[in-house]
């Protein structure tokens, strides 16, 4: 089988007459960015380089690492051409930055829409200053409601929010709702939670309102790789990319052992580009603990079996997944629950090789699951019927 994003792949038609949806895309943040933030907060702000060695470059007042942008737009770049640092930012997709180049990478890839989130937005999720990061997620959101207005029948963004507090998530939900924007990031971790208490987390009942109110607005909350607590990995740098999607099943099992979908059943979280081969021996996993051990590792009781949450209540966004679409066609994932996306412009991106990728992996599934996961699951989340009618 070929890997996505070798150039040996040639471009193939479209798999599928029905939508075609990426539900994980991002931009790439240009300096001018964050140039909208609080006045107050001018001199933290976020700033941009373009010099040799590092190329393009954010730094982040506050943070020990620069961000450079190299790896956040090397879609369709060959393995051996990938690089972190030295990319300078004439080198990087332009449609990342401009919406008008993004809508012909969109028909490059034989794709109708993109579900945008941000890349240098995810890591500063982990910014500690809490207050800075309001005042930073503001400005992004402001940024990319701008960005997708341009072609907003393609474009649908997600905005970020700190969670400083239930309250003020509230808020963010409604002025994220006015721009016009699709969707919620969530940081991986909210700003109220304390781990020496076990409090503030997203089990616990302080978030209940603000969880109603998503609802309410239908705003999906996502939960994107990197956003929350870094594992440390032994072994070779390589073994990293193995270690990044725990973070988000760790918030699956937060959510679900810790009964808020009891509490919120209309609630949906979607875990964004950690793959989904994974999700049936998790499930099981779950569901062994609950019935074995949730006496001694306690937890509340829960109405349903773990897998059960699972298949009704979170979405799984993935792109060169083979047994994700395996395990859909032996019926061990429900499929009403997957998301295929192409990531662009990463460089895990599947772009502009993804018509191919598709109609080799898609191969043997029935016509009308193939038409879900691949377009008609994101226009029921997002509730883009507006846009395709008849998905």
Known sequence: MALAGDTRIESAPRVIDTPIISADSHIT???????????????????????????????????????????????????NELQMKGVP???LHQAGWDPEARVEAQKKDGIDGEVIYPSVGMLLCNHEDLDLKKAMFDAYNNWISGYCSTAPERLYGCGQTALRSPEEGIADLHAIKAAGLRGVMLPGVPGTANEATHTGDYDDPMWGDFFEAA????????????????????????????????????LIGTFIFGG?????????????????????????????????????????ELARKPSEYFNEHIYVTFQDDWS?????????????????????????????????MLAE????????????????NTVELYKLHDLFPTA
């Open 89 to 91: 930012f004439e080198g």
């Open 260 to 300: 808020v979908f009891d509490r919120h059943p209309d609630l949906n979280v979607v875990c964004v580009e950690a793959d989904a081969g994974w999700v049936p021996h998790y499930m099981y996993r779950m569901d062994h603990a609950y019935n074995r051990h949730r006496h001694w590792l306690t937890s509340p």
């Open 324 to 356: 994700a679409f395996r395990m859909a066609e032996a019926g061990l994932i429900q499929p009403d629950r997957l998301l295929w996306a192409n990531d662009y412009p990463h460089s895990d991106s599947t772009w502009p090789y993804s018509q191919g």
């Open 215 to 250: 609802i309410e607005l239908d705003l999906p909350l996502s939960f994107h790789i990197l956003t929350g607590k870094a594992y440390r990995p032994r072994g070779p740098k390589l073994n990293s990319f193995m270690s990044i999607i725990r973070g988000n099943q760790d």
């Open 29 to 79: 943040e240009p300096g001018w960015t964050y140039d909208s933030i609080d006045p107050a907060f001018a001199d933290r702000a976020p700033y941009f380089t373009d010099e040799q060695p590092e190329g393009a470059t954010f730094h982040i007042p506050g943070m020990s690492q620069s961000i450079r942008l190299g790896l956040h737009s090397a879609a369709g770049k060959p393995a």
């Open 361 to 376: 992996q898609t191969a043997d599934l029935p016509t009308e699951t193939r038409a879900k996961i691949l377009g008609g």
